[in-house]
């Protein structure tokens, strides 16, 4: 019985999704299915890198340094076995790009998970409960707010390496990284669920559970989680394409992922060094890739804003 | 405004004081400051001798009264890494920072203004949507993305520009400046473009928006019906309308290129605070990355004091006295 | 000769759908120093015929037939820079609300001033002097002390004055009152009524006063058109027109406003709604509301036709011209 209920709630549920103005505004809007197509194929190839790479960056035993510094395939003097040329340590560029891409995504959601999660659960406390705990959240949120992300993430990056011995440094990285990202981009969230909590606070059903003794907090839940959730996916997909630079940038500067572990930002860092000497695709690629995720995110957070809730602009 | 002025100054000082709360903090607990003061074998009582001599022993929030004291007068101790004061560390490196950010500013306004205008009031030319597709690419391409092809251009292909540092550098007493040589100036190109570009977007982008605005209010259409010529009705009621917000949006900005003139340091080894401030992050390195933290802090909060001052005298419905003697 | 004529001006917005006519085949005429009201519904067309005379519709609206002749001179064909030198210096315009009318930067005196100079050769000081004049003809207390204060240290009241001296700073020979006091308090309407009024009079400033509010036209206007979906229903002058008016659009229109002294309980009202532009019907537009409806009102559209003074579009009143 309750089985049935719930699969013909599932099958309305798909029917009205693929009915509604969403499904509608993707099939006509060119940006958004070029942009997801992207997503999609840069997912996938993250998602099956070991697969798809030619080789394993990170063992040293498959590199042949006899390759190093080798152009393009279709450059004169490429070889065809590494597609977009190697690096000094005769790293195949496409595959590092491919392990890079996969870390970069890693780092990504991630943080955004751990963003979400504080600021929902911030939220929905501030909201709730008000007063002093409120005015509490609230402020720190406005200053965070006030200061640039790049600064506060470089910041909890720079106190969580204070307080690691050095040596423990490189394998923390990408917990810091997360750490310090998703840290820097709760507040938006925050704001979002204590706007929704504010007004179900005001309704009858929790007053009528407050009068009652029971605590609104969880009937509240029910309600707020469904009304916030079409504004927390927009702020999660816009937050996806910020964290991923963030992460980029982080490790560009040298204060993120490894040299041992490159994400993209450290690929491109270790690339910039080798600038000079004309080994361009040792930087180019990687960027591209990184412009590639990052823009087509973007545009995809863009669509999904003004299609899930056009007053959100 | 005397009193918008006094309010304002009073919420400066709680975030000031809120800044070094964390600077505070992360001083008293990221390591242990005895340590990097006492040999490695001292003894317990020596120990306790210098905890007592640094004040160590204190309760938590006198601590915090001296750390704010001495902070206000710019004494943040010996940098960890290399033993210099870190004030002379950050005064040596603030005027190639103040430098670059003041260019890139400055380029962001001087073109970012005009382009906004034109755009909004050509929105169908084939010039508007050329910059409109440009302005999308240049907010999504990362800053550091930008620096590299830049040099990768102009100086590694090209040979034109230089690629890292400041060229020739003129003391005019403490303040070391790039302006006054041919180098300097050259230097300065590549990363003040850099470091523009993406604000510039973002000004043309909000120039842009907000002169649609403005060109279909009510007051536009009265001043057309009035046969006010085009130029007057661009330039002089609806560009005036259209900077107010503009402005604070810089303010803020301001603050944001401040950060990213971190980035810029980094990729073009120009030798400012943020690549001083990268150092202190990767080292570890308190001292130097709470001062760093209070002086940014307090310029951000003088130039969002000003920003909001400037708004209260530009915009005639904030100013004070005015509105007392309305009706 | 009428200081303006409008002849079968159409004016089109075209859209996904074919075009959609905002009004069509609009004719009248006005004297100079008579006033003249125009009333309908909201979308009936009668600010549409304001900004059409002023030659500032919206794009992508254009007028597709007639003509406009100021003075005998088409106005409707003029290049953009010789349309403006007419708006404010021969033709003025008042806008429906005076808080969003004024540019809220820029001082009550600097927006006289720069009209005035715009218009007028006149130097900095005499446009000034003529502004402080002009604020005191439109009833500013210290215009001396006032002219150099900004728009929000005006009451509504008073900006809807300072924004009439504006229309008629540089003495137009027509201004066009765009519901000049619907955003009003009703105790302000009145007195700008009576301002508007008085300063007809005195400049000999023709007037066309868009409203919907019948009591307005009764009190100011000396002739009156009535608009309904996008043409004139009936032209004449007021006392006419209001006691006896011929047009069964009309007459509901007159039914339905309230009178001291006669208290029915439910005040009559036409039934239905006005069509929408796009949704016209194919003969006279009023005919499905109308009480009076024949055969021959579902399939032709009447013209506007009738004696020298008085025109009615209706078939009813066809057979008997007055």
Same mark, same amino acid.
């Given at each position: 019985?309750?089985?049935?209920?719930?699969?013909?709630?599932?099958?309305?549920?798909?029917?009205?999704?693929?009915?509604?103005?969403?499904?509608?505004?993707?099939?006509? @809007?060119?940006?958004?299915?070029?942009?997801?197509?992207?997503?999609?194929?840069?997912?996938?190839?993250?998602?099956?890198?070991?697969?798809?790479?030619?080789?394993?960056?990170?063992?040293?035993?498959?590199?042949?340094?006899?390759?190093?510094?080798?152009?393009?395939?279709?450059?004169?003097?490429?070889?065809?076995?590494?597609?977009?040329?190697?690096?000094?340590?005769?790293?195949?560029?496409?595959?590092?790009?491919?392990?890079?891409?996969?870390?970069?995504?890693?780092?990504?959601?991630?943080?955004?998970?751990?963003?979400?999660?504080?600021?929902?659960?911030?939220?929905?406390?501030?909201?709730?409960?008000?007063?002093?705990?409120?005015?509490?959240?609230?402020?720190?949120?406005?200053?965070?707010?006030?200061?640039?992300?790049?600064?506060?993430?470089?910041?909890?990056?720079?106190?969580?390496?204070?307080?690691?011995?050095?040596?423990?440094?490189?394998?923390?990285?990408?917990?810091?990284?997360?750490?310090?990202?998703?840290?820097?981009?709760?507040?938006?969230?925050?704001?979002?669920?204590?706007?929704?909590?504010?007004?179900?606070?005001?309704?009858?059903?929790?007053?009528?559970?407050?009068?009652?003794?029971?605590?609104?907090?969880?009937?509240?839940?029910?309600?707020?989680?469904?009304?916030?959730?079409?504004?927390?996916?927009?702020?999660?997909?816009?937050?996806?394409?910020?964290?991923?630079?963030?992460?980029?940038?982080?490790?560009?500067?040298?204060?993120?992922?490894?040299?041992?572990?490159? @994400?993209?930002?450290?690929?491109?860092?270790?690339?910039?060094?080798?600038?000079?000497?004309?080994?361009?695709?040792?930087?180019?690629?990687?960027?591209?890739?990184?412009?590639?995720?990052?823009?087509?995110?973007?545009?995809?957070?863009?669509?999904?804003?003004?299609?899930?809730?056009?007053?959100?602009? | 405004?005397?009193?918008?002025?006094?309010?304002?100054?009073?919420?400066?000082?709680?975030?000031?004081?809120?800044?070094? %709360?964390?600077?505070?903090?992360?001083?008293?607990?990221?390591?242990?400051?005895?340590?990097?003061?006492?040999?490695?074998?001292?003894?317990?009582?020596?120990?306790?001798?210098?905890?007592?001599?640094?004040?160590?022993?204190?309760?938590?929030?006198?601590?915090?009264?001296?750390?704010?004291?001495?902070?206000?007068?710019?004494?943040?101790?010996?940098?960890?890494?290399?033993?210099?004061?870190?004030?002379?560390?950050?005064?040596?490196?603030?005027?190639?920072?103040?430098?670059?950010?003041?260019?890139?500013?400055?380029?962001?306004?001087?073109?970012?203004?005009?382009?906004?205008?034109?755009?909004?009031?050509?929105?169908?030319?084939?010039?508007?949507?050329?910059?409109?597709?440009?302005?999308?690419?240049?907010?999504?391409?990362?800053?550091?993305?930008?620096?590299?092809?830049?040099?990768?251009?102009?100086?590694?292909?090209?040979?034109?520009?230089?690629?890292?540092?400041?060229?020739?550098?003129?003391?005019?007493?403490?303040?070391?400046?790039?302006?006054?040589?041919?180098?300097?100036?050259?230097?300065?190109?590549?990363?003040?473009?850099?470091?523009?570009?993406?604000?510039?977007?973002?000004?043309?982008?909000?120039?842009?928006?907000?002169?649609?605005?403005?060109?279909?209010?009510?007051?536009?259409?009265?001043?057309?019906?009035?046969?006010?010529?085009?130029?007057?009705?661009?330039?002089?009621?609806?560009?005036?309308?259209?900077?107010?917000?503009?402005?604070?949006?810089?303010?803020?900005?301001?603050?944001?290129?401040?950060?990213?003139?971190?980035?810029?340091?980094?990729?073009?080894?120009?030798?400012?605070?943020?690549?001083?401030?990268?150092?202190?992050?990767?080292?570890?390195?308190?001292?130097?990355?709470?001062?760093?933290?209070? %002086?940014?802090?307090?310029?951000?909060?003088?130039?969002?004091?000003?920003?909001?001052?400037?708004?209260?005298?530009?915009?005639?419905?904030?100013?004070?006295?005015?509105?007392?003697?309305?009706? | 000769?009428?200081?303006?004529?409008?002849?079968?001006?159409?004016?089109?917005?075209?859209?996904?759908?074919?075009?959609?006519?905002?009004?069509?085949?609009?004719?009248?005429? =006005?004297?100079?120093?008579?006033?003249?009201?125009?009333?309908?519904?909201?979308?009936?067309?009668?600010?549409?015929?304001?900004?059409? =005379?002023?030659?500032?519709?919206?794009?992508?609206?254009?007028?597709?037939?007639?003509? =406009?002749?100021?003075?005998?001179?088409?106005?409707?064909?003029?290049?953009?820079?010789?349309?403006?030198?007419?708006?404010?210096?021969?033709?003025? +315009?008042?806008?429906?609300?005076?808080?969003?009318?004024?540019?809220?930067?820029?001082?009550?005196?600097?927006?006289?001033?720069?009209?005035?100079?715009?218009?007028?050769?006149?130097?900095?000081?005499?446009?000034?002097?003529? +502004?402080?004049?002009?604020?005191?003809?439109?009833?500013?207390?210290?215009?001396?002390?006032?002219?150099?204060?900004?728009?929000?240290?005006?009451?509504?009241?008073?900006?809807?004055?300072?924004?009439?001296?504006? +229309?008629?700073?540089? /003495?137009?020979?027509?201004?066009?009152?765009?519901?000049?006091?619907?955003?009003?308090?009703?105790?302000?309407?009145?007195? =700008?009524?009576?301002?508007?009024?008085?300063?007809?009079?005195?400049?000999?400033?023709?007037?066309?006063?868009?409203?919907?509010?019948?009591?307005?036209?009764?009190?100011?206007?000396?002739?009156?058109?009535?608009?309904?979906?996008?043409?004139?229903?009936?032209?004449?002058?007021?006392? /006419?027109?209001?006691?006896?008016?011929?047009?069964?659009?009309?007459?509901?229109?007159?039914?339905?406003?309230?009178?001291?002294?006669?208290?029915?309980?439910?005040?009559?009202?036409?039934?239905?709604?006005?069509?929408?532009?796009?949704?016209?019907?194919?003969?006279?537009?009023?005919?499905?509301?109308?009480?009076?409806?024949?055969?021959?009102?579902?399939?032709?559209?009447?013209?506007?036709?009738?004696?020298?003074?008085?025109?009615?579009?209706?078939?009813?009143?066809?057979?008997?011209?007055?």
């Amino acid at each position: 019985m309750t089985d049935t209920t719930q699969s013909r709630t599932t099958a309305s549920t798909l029917a009205r999704l693929l009915d509604s103005d969403i499904a509608w505004n993707f099939r006509h @809007s060119w940006t958004a299915r070029i942009s997801s197509v992207l997503i999609l194929i840069l997912f996938a190839a993250a998602l099956f890198a070991p697969m798809l790479a030619t080789q394993n960056p990170y063992d040293i035993s498959q590199l042949l340094l006899l390759d190093s510094e080798l152009p393009p395939a279709w450059v004169e003097g490429g070889d065809p076995r590494y597609l977009l040329g190697t690096d000094e340590q005769a790293r195949d560029v496409y595959s590092s790009i491919l392990y890079g891409l996969r870390l970069s995504l890693i780092v990504g959601f991630a943080s955004v998970a751990l963003a979400a999660v504080v600021g929902i659960s911030l939220g929905l406390l501030g909201g709730f409960v008000g007063g002093m705990v409120d005015g509490a959240i609230m402020r720190v949120a406005d200053i965070l707010l006030s200061f640039p992300a790049i600064l506060v993430a470089l910041l909890v990056n720079g106190i969580a390496r204070g307080v690691l011995p050095p040596d423990r440094h490189a394998d923390a990285a990408i917990w810091v990284l997360i750490l310090a990202i998703g840290l820097t981009n709760w507040v938006q969230y925050a704001r979002t669920v204590r706007g929704s909590t504010m007004v179900e606070r005001q309704k009858e059903y929790v007053q009528a559970a407050r009068i009652n003794g029971v605590s609104g907090m969880g009937i509240m839940m029910n309600h707020i989680l469904p009304n916030v959730l079409g504004p927390v996916l927009v702020i999660a997909t816009i937050n996806l394409g910020m964290a991923v630079l963030t992460e980029a940038t982080l490790s560009f500067l040298g204060v993120g992922m490894p040299a041992t572990q490159p @994400s993209l930002g450290t690929l491109i860092r270790i690339g910039n060094e080798y600038l000079f000497s004309g080994i361009w695709w040792v930087v180019i690629f990687p960027s591209v890739v990184l412009v590639a995720l990052v823009l087509a995110v973007n545009l995809l957070g863009d669509w999904l804003r003004d299609a899930l809730n056009p007053k959100l602009r | 405004m005397f009193g918008f002025l006094i309010r304002r100054i009073i919420q400066s000082v709680f975030v000031m004081l809120a800044v070094a %709360l964390i600077a505070f903090m992360m001083f008293r607990f990221m390591g242990d400051p005895v340590n990097s003061m006492v040999a490695e074998n001292a003894t317990t009582e020596e120990r306790d001798a210098v905890r007592e001599r640094l004040g160590l022993d204190q309760p938590i929030w006198i601590q915090y009264g001296r750390f704010v004291a001495r902070a206000a007068i710019g004494d943040f101790g010996l940098s960890w890494r290399n033993a210099r004061p870190v004030s002379t560390l950050l005064a040596e490196r603030f005027p190639a920072t103040a430098e670059l950010v003041l260019v890139a500013a400055g380029l962001s306004l001087a073109i970012g203004i005009p382009l906004g205008i034109l755009t909004a009031l050509r929105p169908n030319s084939i010039s508007t949507q050329v910059l409109q597709l440009m302005s999308l690419v240049g907010i999504s391409l990362p800053t550091f993305v930008t620096g590299i092809l830049l040099i990768l251009v102009f100086s590694v292909w090209l040979g034109w520009l230089p690629s890292f540092g400041r060229g020739t550098v003129v003391d005019v007493g403490w303040w070391s400046t790039g302006f006054l040589t041919l180098s300097g100036l050259k230097a300065l190109i590549l990363p003040s473009v850099m470091l523009c570009l993406f604000q510039l977007t973002l000004i043309m982008r909000l120039v842009r928006a907000e002169m649609m605005e403005v060109l279909r209010t009510d007051y536009i259409k009265f001043a057309k019906a009035r046969g006010l010529t085009n130029r007057s009705i661009h330039f002089r009621h609806a560009l005036k309308n259209t900077l107010i917000p503009v402005i604070t949006i810089f303010g803020l900005q301001l603050g944001g290129l401040i950060a990213f003139a971190i980035i810029t340091e980094t990729v073009f080894q120009w030798p400012g605070m943020g690549a001083l401030f990268i150092q202190a992050v990767s080292f570890g390195d308190v001292p130097v990355m709470a001062a760093y933290l209070v %002086l940014v802090s307090l310029i951000f909060v003088i130039i969002n004091t000003t920003v909001d001052l400037l708004y209260a005298v530009l915009d005639p419905r904030l100013r004070v006295e005015g509105a007392r003697a309305a009706h | 000769m009428a200081l303006l004529s409008v002849e079968n001006l159409t004016v089109a917005f075209p859209g996904r759908r074919g075009s959609v006519n905002a009004i069509e085949d609009v004719s009248l005429s =006005i004297s100079p120093g008579e006033i003249l009201g125009m009333v309908g519904e909201s979308g009936a067309g009668k600010s549409m015929t304001g900004a059409a =005379i002023i030659g500032l519709i919206e794009p992508p609206g254009r007028i597709v037939k007639g003509g =406009i002749l100021l003075e005998g001179q088409r106005i409707d064909t003029l290049r953009p820079e010789e349309m403006r030198r007419i708006r404010g210096r021969r033709i003025g +315009a008042i806008f429906q609300d005076p808080l969003t009318s004024l540019n809220p930067v820029l001082t009550v005196g600097e927006q006289l001033i720069e009209t005035i100079q715009t218009h007028l050769r006149l130097s900095k000081a005499e446009a000034r002097e003529r +502004a402080i004049d002009w604020l005191r003809r439109v009833g500013i207390p210290a215009p001396e002390a006032r002219i150099d204060t900004y728009p929000h240290q005006y009451s509504g009241g008073m900006r809807q004055r300072v924004v009439i001296a504006l +229309a008629l700073c540089a /003495e137009p020979r027509l201004v066009i009152a765009d519901e000049p006091t619907t955003a009003l308090d009703v105790s302000v309407q009145a007195q =700008i009524i009576a301002l508007l009024r008085k300063l007809a009079r005195e400049t000999g400033v023709a007037v066309i006063l868009v409203t919907h509010d019948m009591g307005v036209i009764a009190e100011t206007a000396d002739r009156v058109a009535v608009m309904y979906a996008g043409r004139i229903v009936e032209v004449g002058p007021v006392a /006419e027109v209001l006691t006896a008016p011929r047009h069964p659009y009309t007459r509901g229109l007159m039914a339905s406003i309230p009178r001291i002294g006669a208290r029915p309980d439910v005040l009559p009202q036409i039934e239905g709604a006005m069509p929408r532009p796009d949704a016209r019907p194919g003969g006279c537009a009023f005919a499905p509301r109308c009480p009076h409806r024949m055969d021959i009102c579902g399939h032709t559209r009447p013209d506007l036709n009738g004696g020298a003074t008085l025109s009615v579009a209706c078939h009813l009143t066809e057979e008997v011209p007055a």
